[in-house]
């Protein structure tokens, strides 16, 4: 029998290569058939988790609470040594200095990421600014979003924190960073299904492990993960309350 395995569509396309080698060596490690699914967007994703679709899953902090509380999924590992977080930024020759100058109707320029841009909406909050007081221009990754505030087609965007550091450095020295999250406690998780519970403790081991090995220490680095580290479910339970609430924030 064959599963699905899947990874939110918030990474960079640089990685798609590695996720393939990644899932490679997990059909080997636990000696199971894995299909690999990239889903195109959030919307196909969601689709997919609702069919019942997927067994395992890179997944974004927003769907935690659709993946454990509705479909029984367990995660498994976190990314070791980083959380999620957001930040807004602006062209470097824009006269905006602080969020609280971005002005009522400003375009925000963003991708469909939905924990970052929730972090983003909070953090544009100072400004009195939210949904019903912006423009939003969606983008289909972080590199358009730069692309947008360089153009002058929008006034502000919503970066997720490492996919802005991975912008090429002549691109960030045109970009201003206005303000930064420092939450600390939102992370993507791996997390597998109910089908396949009876391989939980040999993937969760093997991918604590996956920094010992000269090998997998390559995976890792095509992933530009420097490791995985078992998650308490304590934790995730926080996380997940935590997204809750952010979620009915006023922005």
Same mark, same amino acid.
């Given at each position: 029998?064959?599963?699905?395995?899947?990874?939110?569509?918030?990474?960079?396309?640089?990685?798609?290569?590695?996720?393939?080698?990644?899932?490679?060596?997990?059909?080997?490690?636990?000696?199971?058939?894995?299909?690999?699914?990239?889903?195109?967007?959030?919307?196909?994703?969601?689709?997919a988790i609702r069919q019942d679709r997927i067994d395992l899953v890179y997944?974004?902090?927003?769907?935690?609470?659709?993946?454990?509380?509705?479909?029984?999924?367990?995660?498994?590992?976190?990314?070791?040594?980083?959380?999620? %977080?957001? /930040?807004?930024?602006?062209?470097?020759?824009?006269?905006?200095?602080?969020?609280?100058? !971005?002005?009522? =109707?400003? @375009? &925000?320029?963003?991708?469909?990421?939905?924990?970052?841009?929730?972090?983003?909406?909070?953090?544009?909050?100072?400004?009195?600014?939210?949904?019903?007081?912006?423009?939003?221009?969606?983008?289909?990754?972080?590199?358009?979003?730069?692309?947008?505030?360089?153009?002058?087609?929008?006034?502000?965007?919503?970066?997720?924190?490492?996919?802005?550091?991975?912008?090429?450095?002549?691109?960030? %020295?045109? /970009?201003?960073?206005?303000?930064?999250?420092?939450?600390?406690?939102?992370?993507?998780? !791996?997390?597998? =299904?109910? @089908? &396949?519970?009876?391989?939980?403790?040999?993937?969760?081991?093997?991918?604590?492990?996956?920094?010992?090995?000269?090998?997998?220490?390559r995976i890792l680095e095509q992933l530009k993960l420097p490791g995985w580290?078992?998650?308490?479910?304590?934790?995730?339970?926080?996380?997940?309350?935590?997204?809750?609430?952010?979620?009915?924030?006023?922005?």
């Open positions: 029998m064959s599963y699905t395995f899947t990874v939110s569509p918030d990474f960079s396309p640089d990685y798609i290569a590695g996720w393939f080698v990644f899932n490679t060596w997990l059909q080997r490690t636990l000696e199971t058939g894995f299909h690999l699914e990239l889903m195109d967007d959030f919307d196909s994703l969601h689709n997944a974004n902090p927003y769907d935690a609470a659709m993946l454990v509380r509705e479909k029984g999924f367990t995660a498994l590992v976190k990314p070791r040594g980083g959380a999620d %977080e957001a /930040l807004i930024a602006v062209a470097a020759e824009s006269e905006t200095r602080a969020v609280e100058d !971005l002005p009522e =109707g400003a @375009r &925000i320029a963003a991708t469909d990421d939905p924990d970052v841009q929730l972090m983003g909406m909070i953090l544009l909050e100072p400004a009195g600014l939210g949904k019903d007081n912006t423009v939003r221009v969606e983008c289909d990754n972080y590199v358009l979003v730069a692309k947008r505030l360089l153009t002058g087609e929008s006034d502000a965007g919503i970066f997720l924190t490492k996919a802005f550091d991975e912008l090429s450095r002549p691109v960030r %020295e045109r /970009l201003k960073v206005l303000v930064r999250s420092d939450i600390q406690v939102i992370h993507h998780y !791996l997390m597998a =299904g109910p @089908r &396949i519970a009876d391989l939980h403790p040999k993937l969760q081991k093997a991918l604590v492990n996956m920094g010992e090995a000269p090998k997998t220490v580290d078992p998650v308490d479910p304590e934790e995730v339970e926080f996380m997940i309350d935590l997204m809750e609430t952010l979620k009915f924030s006023p922005a």
